[in-house]
């Protein structure tokens, strides 16, 4: 028996035996295969494993593979979590690596002050010695003053219930003459109110897009005023500066809300937000709501620092429209950190007393009556 793969040089065509059979490279009269089973299978086991092997080897240079090629990849191996990174916290013993968020609070309370004569009218050119500040009975430093035109985070209410039906066109007008006071970086929306509020132009800085919606409002229904001004003070929690006023503009009292006086004046006095508004009353008002509106709209706006103006001629919207907008932009700002800091989450209660000048009459101060501390 010749040795697998041995080869003889003959005049005629190399043959190669294995196991005593004898295959040609190629013999055109040949049509059954070796008889010699076992030993076939041998090769065809032993081609199939060397082509197995040469693929591996080769399946990283494919260039490109079918959907139907088998892909021999490397076992991944898990790589142990990173460490997260540690931010060192001092503390009186040693320094201590903990992962947490850097919080910084400076406990600073601003409070806008508001000035006026005997005839109503606006006081400037004070200054921080003019003032003194109180929360509760202690005495607070007044750290920073300001009187500055800052820009306005401000929203108009409108009341377009039926009641205003003859007053309509002049409340328009009254929200364009304040428009007239705005600062150019002044944002305002526009809520309009009847059986239910609905806000009908997201912050923008454009004033006549307020006043193109303004066009649509048709008076009809009844009264929500206490729901418009709870969607004012939601819809300021995405305001863009630190200074907030609301402007209501109506005729009379609520009628027709699902939220009460008493969680409304909650509310606003959580929340950061001046609200000044306008009442045009009837003089001779049959309805308990209407008779009681005064007196609803001046205790929501003192609460925050702002004035309620009641008129009884429609022909005056205008002119307290635009005082008001003045005086939103000359207002008197007091900053001052508490003395004592809990963090309890009551009510701190502020009051601003003036200092004024000699000769000066009698002056009236307008500022918010306090504040709620932080709960944590």
């Given at each position: ?26 013999d ?7 008889k010699?089973?076992?030993?076939t ?34 076992r991944?191996?898990d ?15 040693a ?6 968020s850097?919080?910084?609070d400076v ?12 005839m ?62 705005a ?9 309009t ?21 303004l ?12 729901d ?27 009628n ?12 606003v ?44 001629n ?7 429209a ?52 932080p709960?944590?």
């Amino acid at each position: 028996m010749a040795r697998l793969d041995d080869r003889r040089h003959s005049s005629h065509r190399m043959a190669r035996v294995r196991s005593g059979c004898l295959v040609l490279p190629w013999d055109p009269t040949r049509t059954q295969p070796c008889k010699n089973h076992s030993t076939t299978n041998w090769l065809r086991l032993w081609f199939s494993l060397t082509v197995f092997v040469l693929a591996c080897l080769n399946v990283s240079a494919v260039g490109q593979t079918g959907v139907n090629d088998v892909h021999v990849l490397p076992r991944e191996v898990d790589k142990p979590p990173e460490a997260p990174k540690a931010e060192l916290v001092s503390s009186a013993t040693a320094l201590t690596p903990k992962v947490r968020s850097l919080k910084v609070d400076v406990d600073l309370v601003l409070v806008p002050v508001t000035i006026t004569d005997p005839m109503n009218r606006l006081v400037t050119g004070l200054d921080k010695a003019n003032f003194q500040l109180f929360e509760g009975n202690s005495s607070q430093e007044i750290r920073t003053f300001s009187a500055e035109d800052a820009p306005v985070s401000l929203g108009v209410i409108f009341d377009s219930s039926g009641s205003m039906a003859s007053k309509m066109e002049r409340a328009k007008d009254a929200v364009i003459e304040f428009f007239k006071t705005a600062n150019p970086q002044d944002e305002f929306f526009m809520i309009t109110f009847n059986d239910e509020p609905e806000a009908v132009s997201d912050f923008t800085n454009s004033v006549d897009e307020i006043q193109n919606k303004l066009v649509f409002a048709v008076p009809r229904h009844r009264t929500a005023l206490l729901d418009a001004i709870y969607m004012g003070i939601s819809k300021m929690r995405h305001a863009k500066y630190a200074k907030k006023a609301l402007l209501i503009i109506s005729d009379g009292g609520d009628n027709h809300s699902r939220y009460t006086e008493g969680e409304i004046k909650s509310l606003v006095k959580e929340a950061d937000v001046m609200i000044y508004a306008i009442g045009i009353y009837d003089r001779y008002a049959s309805a308990m709501e209407e008779r009681l509106g005064p007196q609803l709209l001046s205790d929501i706006t003192e609460l925050t620092g702002g004035r309620a103006f009641t008129i009884d001629n429609p022909n005056d919207l205008g002119d307290v429209a635009t005082k008001i907008g003045v005086e939103l932009r000359n207002q008197y700002v007091l900053g001052y950190r508490p003395n004592k800091v809990v963090r309890d989450g009551k009510w701190r209660k502020i009051k601003v007393k003036l200092l004024p000048p000699k000769g000066l009459p009698p002056l009236r101060v307008y500022a918010r009556t306090g504040y709620y501390a932080p709960a944590e």
